[in-house]
């Protein structure tokens, strides 16, 4: 279950927009027991993020998956002026 109000306040910004854009997302995700948990925790077994977070490294289901930061904001809609790295 992902709340959007508290990961936007780790975030520190307002990330609705991010999940509205699709028409029932953000419900969905709000939604409990609605992810498979296997692979919820293979995928963060296997996670690796690059020291410099120029991309994340990730295993699901037998397959390596590599997403660059650049191709995230692309897809998210941002641009270098609207993104905002934090660390936690």
Do not use: K
Request: glycine letters at 6%.
């Amino acid at each position: 279950m992902l709340d959007l109000e508290i990961l936007g306040n780790v975030v520190g910004a307002d990330i609705r927009q991010y999940f509205t854009y699709l028409t029932g997302l953000q419900e969905l995700l709000a939604l409990p027991g609605t992810y498979c948990e296997e692979w919820v925790r293979e995928f963060y077994a296997s996670v690796w993020v690059s020291p410099d977070h120029s991309y994340i490294h990730y295993a699901l289901a037998g397959t390596d998956y590599r997403v660059t930061a650049q191709r995230a904001r692309e897809v998210l809609g941002l641009t270098a002026s609207t993104t905002r790295i934090h660390q936690l």
